[in-house]
């Protein structure tokens, strides 16, 4: 079967955004509303000819009640099940401390991350992707999942862990 990566992230940082851009069709809902993917969506992705099974997840506000629980249950279940785990943080928010929260939650989880720092737009805002080495999980990978920059070499880096 094919590898299960798990996106994870806050609400807004551009998850499913991220996941369209890896399918190259607009699949998985994207919305200026956090909070708008409330489950775990499976998709079958494809990268230079590896086949994987990308699975989007709605926020992940970690002292969350009522729904937005629901939603960051539905992420943790998303990690147990993966193989690897891209963690989406938004580069011009920076660390917030619901992001250093997940951090501690996909070091117990043992699976092997790798960071996307998205809306790296331009070569501006790059500076606000290498701040996020402080997250000691590794090289923050710059990626526009708007216009698409960085994407290829995140998704390299995907394979390496896979
Ligand atoms: P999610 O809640 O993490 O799934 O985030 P969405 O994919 O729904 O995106 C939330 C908002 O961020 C939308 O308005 C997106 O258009 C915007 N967004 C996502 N990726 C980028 C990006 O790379 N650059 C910019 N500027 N905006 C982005
Ligand atoms: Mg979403």
Redesign the pocket.
């Known amino acids: 079967p094919a590898p299960v990566v798990a996106v994870v ?12 851009r890896i399918l190259g069709r607009r699949e ?5 509303v ?4 409330r489950d775990r969506v499976a998709y079958d992705a494809e990268w230079t000819g590896h086949r994987f099974t990308l699975v ?1 997840t ?2 992940w506000a970690v002292d969350a009640t009522g729904i937005h629980l629901r939603v960051a249950e539905q992420a943790e279940i998303a990690v147990e099940l993966a193989d690897a785990v891209m963690f ?1 943080v938004d580069a ?1 928010v920076g660390a917030t401390d619901d992001d250093e929260a997940v951090v501690r939650l996909l070091r117990r989880s043992g699976k092997p991350v790798v960071l996307v720092a ?4 331009d070569q501006r805002t790059e500076a606000d992707a290498a701040a996020l080495w402080n997250l000691g999980l590794g090289q923050p990978w710059a ?5 698409g ?1 960085g994407s290829g070499d995140v998704l390299d880096a995907l394979l390496e862990v896979l």
């Open positions: 992230g806050r609400p807004n940082v551009g998850k499913s955004t991220f996941v369209n998985a809902v994207v919305e200026d956090p909070g708008v993917t989007d709605g926020g989406v011009t998205n809306k790296v737009d990626v526009s999942a708007l216009h920059r």
